[in-house]
């Protein structure tokens, strides 16, 4: 909330309020910076689909491309589910510090790694070489994210951010169903490890399962 001061000859300013010494920012302002990294790393990923040179065999060399296509559309929705529960996130969260903001820059930074960990990942599949670590590689991307996402959380229910109307109950419940991504996505990793095709499964499923609604939205 942003304070008002109004001065003698009637003149309204406005004054942001502080806590602990440190300014509190605009959740707008966090929230419009964060849908531009959103927006630019989902649109990155279609670059890394080059189109076939090969044009007397194009639907040969089209349907060779699934690799790309696979990457693409798992790390599309991976991007827009981290986008999707960052709002519902936010929702909750009335108040932004720099402890947060700083946290949040990281889980920006993480999501604008995801276009490259998606190209390598397309990339081994393709040849056939590396598949393990390209897996790996993409878990670790997923893994970190989860890790800032519930950083997020729990800094903003220690600090105090949080709305304060919110139920208890419902803080706790979003608080377990954030904590059980990057648990999973590391068991998905390490499957993947060795079985490359079954880890990039359950990193698919995952995504699936968190599109699914979180807390107070059902």
């Known amino acids: 909330m942003t304070d008002v001061t109004v001065a003698p000859d009637g003149d309204a300013t406005l004054r942001r309020p502080e806590r602990r010494g440190l300014p509190l920012l605009r959740v707008g302002r966090l929230e419009a910076f964060s849908d531009g990294v959103f927006a630019i790393a989902i649109t990155l990923l279609v670059i890394e689909i080059r189109p076939p040179e090969d044009t007397a065999h194009l639907a040969h060399e089209l349907a060779k491309l699934w690799p790309s296509y696979l990457a693409y559309v798992d790390s599309f929705l991976l991007i827009g589910l981290v986008w999707a529960n960052h709002h519902v996130m936010f929702d909750h969260i009335r108040r932004v510090d720099r402890p947060l903001t700083f946290l949040n820059t990281l889980l920006l930074m993480d999501v604008a790694f995801i276009p490259f960990a998606a190209a390598v990942l397309a990339s081994a599949f393709r040849s056939g070489e590396g598949r393990g670590t390209a897996v790996v590689l993409y878990g ?79």
């Open 140 to 218: 670790v991307v997923l893994v970190v994210g989860g890790i800032f996402f519930n950083a997020i959380w729990e800094v903003a229910r220690r600090r105090a951010l949080i709305d304060p109307s919110m139920a208890p109950a419902t803080v706790h419940r979003i608080r377990r169903r954030f904590f059980l991504g990057p648990c999973m996505y590391a068991v998905a990793a390490t499957v993947g490890a060795f079985a490359p095709f079954v880890g990039f499964a359950g990193y698919a499923a995952l995504i699936l399962f968190y599109w699914l609604p979180v807390g107070s939205e059902g």
